[in-house]
């Protein structure tokens, strides 16, 4: 009912630019929040960035300075520019959000398949 697709990941060496987008699509009502979370091989998944739809944006402080995020509201968009990228960013960066549709009340969380970055030389 819900597809989060991300793109955007690639390889690119240190000191480079990224930005990842999230298209959000199905019957969707109301978007609360939105964010990107990574998971680099051998460690949890963490959050990265998150938006609510009040417009309060959130940044881990490993990218804070160097990160951005941003979204579409009309278009459902998630977007996280991403620039100085060093090695340690390194991971899959995976969209998610929380959303009711149209024909449920409930709130419910989604996720994307993720998007691999490598930064590396």
């Known amino acids: 009912q819900v597809q989060l697709v991300e793109s955007g990941g690639s390889l690119v060496p240190p000191g480079g630019s990224l930005r990842l987008s999230c298209a959000a699509s199905g019957n969707i009502f109301n978007i609360y929040t939105m964010g990107w979370y990574r998971q680099a091989p051998g460690k949890q998944r963490e959050l990265v960035a998150g938006i609510t739809d009040g417009g309060r944006i959130d940044y881990a402080d490993s990218v804070k300075g160097r990160f951005t995020l941003s979204r579409h509201g009309t278009e459902n968009t998630l977007y996280l520019q991403m620039n100085s990228l060093k090695p340690e960013d390194t991971a899959v960066y995976y969209c998610?959000?929380?959303?009711?549709?149209?024909?449920?009340?409930?709130?419910?969380?989604?996720w994307g398949r993720g998007t691999q970055v490598t930064v590396s030389s």
């Open positions: 998610n959000a929380l959303i009711s549709l149209v024909s449920s009340p409930t709130i419910d969380d989604y």
